[in-house]
């Protein structure tokens, strides 16, 4: 890296391959905020958080050669996958799956959608990450990573019925914080 043009993180990227520790380096500072973001939408704890960080950067890292760069984005995504299978194996290892099954009346209630569009991201991430941990898992493969039931069920070694349930109770939970939310910020305008 000693030309004077900023290198771009295909560049960085090779680099970093090739054992260039300063590469590494900055790879790393390019994605540590949003890779964190990402493993805290799973794992509520802080510490546990910087516990499934390292784990997920030695994965990155030991891992680097046999990643194939397909375009921008590809990088983020891969290293993505790698931090939310490092925190389902932190679940799965550290907690028990906090799981609810409803009963069938239950479920034969539509699912409420949270309207979030005008909640800060701060705050619905904070209460996202308040929900309890079996909701919280369920609902980001659903939501952000778009898993199906069967996959979340496979990913969890739960059934196809106890993810769709942990999902619509966290929706449900979701709706209710965003509900209290507004009630709180309307009444201090």
Known sequence: MTNNATPNEEQILRLA???DTTAMKSLYCRHVRYLTAVCSRYIALDDDVKDVMQEAFLRIFSSLRRFEYRGDGSFRAWMSRIVVNESLKHIRRGQR????????????????EPQSEDIP???????????PSGYRTVFNLYVMEQKSHKEIAELLDISESTSASQ???????????????????AASR
């Open 17 to 19: 391959q090739s054992g």
């Open 97 to 112: 799956l906090d799981t609810v099954e409803l009963k069938q009346e239950q479920m034969n209630t539509a699912d409420e």
């Open 121 to 131: 991201a701060e705050i619905l991430h904070a209460m996202i990450r308040s929900l």
């Open 167 to 185: 999902l619509h109770r966290a929706k449900a939970l979701l709706a209710d914080k965003i509900k209290v939310y507004r009630t709180a910020n």
